[in-house]
């Protein structure tokens, strides 16, 4: 019995999102660790996500404290 068109997209799509889910746990956290290591190796500050920030245009001499930075 041949599947449908509809049937066809539909596992197509499944299987799409299977592969962008096995990027995102696995792969996604391998880059990660490459940017890091390659940030590390030049001397790169990388940004803390999570960080709060200051909304400004700019920066005035004024402004106080620094951009927090991860600590590897």
């Known amino acids: ?13 499944s299987t799409i999102i299977a592969l962008f889910q096995t ?3 696995v792969k996604f956290d391998l880059l990660i ?10 001397e790169i500050d990388i940004p803390h996500i999570n960080a709060s920030y200051k909304k400004v245009i ?6 106080q404290g620094s951009v927090p930075t991860l600590s590897l």
């Open 33 to 42: 660790e490459h940017v890091q290591s390659v940030c590390t190796q030049y």
């Open 1 to 13: 019995m041949a599947l449908s068109s509809i049937e066809i997209q539909f596992n197509v799509v």
């Open 23 to 25: 990027l995102k746990d």
């Open 58 to 63: 700019g920066r005035s001499c004024q402004q």
